[in-house]
């Protein structure tokens, strides 16, 4: 039975980054950073909005849109391109090894973040469709009536 031991690596060799590796980290953070202000100005409006609910007395500006627009950017804006920024940094240091492509990596956080604006506006500047739920036992009816 043989043993093989893997070499130890210095930490002051692996702390020298490859920049475009750091770049790539800062993209996804910086967008993170970004949809994290859009995401908090919505929701000083949200929080306005239940002090003074006349602040701003525009249909598209109301509570029940501007939460929709608050949830959903801090959610899908800020939380998944920090996760996804993180978990990309976090795996490639701890397995010492670099990424195949930078290509890839670096469309991916653009792609979805500037479909998501254009969703933003269209919720709150679309009405929204009152979607009325009932039980299923309220929409069950009697033979013969």
Partial sequence: ????FVSKVRVQEFLEEDPAFIRLIYQYLGWAAFWLLVGTGAGL???????YPDFLPY????????RM???NTVFWGWTSPAMVGLCLYVVA???RVR???????RIAPCTPRCRFLPVAVLMVAVPAVAVVWQP???MARPAGR
Avoid: D, Q
């Avoid at 039975?1 to 093989?4: A, L, V």
């Avoid at 990424?99 to 990596?105: I, K, V």
């Fill in 1 to 4: 039975m043989s043993t093989t």
């Fill in 45 to 51: 409006l949200v929080s306005i909005k239940f002090s």
């Fill in 59 to 66: 249909s598209w500006l109301s509570f029940g849109r501007l």
């Fill in 69 to 71: 627009v608050h949830t």
């Fill in 93 to 95: 240091r701890t397995s």
């Fill in 99 to 105: 990424l195949y492509s930078f290509t890839l990596p």
């Fill in 136 to 138: 299923a036992t309220a």
